[in-house]
């Protein structure tokens, strides 16, 4: 199982809270809150699962030097 999409998950409880939507769709899934208090719990949590997530390998610049003394 892939690990999930924390922005795009908040993206999508922002989009349907700010709409007045209880039915989340996302990655081909789709859940239906209560209420915006469910709502502001799960993008709570999604959130707090975001900042704790270690950030991506990041990759430092390289440069490939050649040198030929002919």
Known sequence: MPA???????????RGLGS???????DGESITYRGVKDI??????FQQRAAAAPAGVARS????????PD
């Open 20 to 26: 007045g939507v209880a039915r989340i769709e996302s």
């Open 40 to 45: 502001t719990s799960a993008l709570s949590y």
């Open 4 to 14: 999930p999409d924390f922005a795009m998950e908040i993206a999508e409880l922002e």
């Open 61 to 68: 610049a390289s440069t490939y030097a050649s040198f030929d």
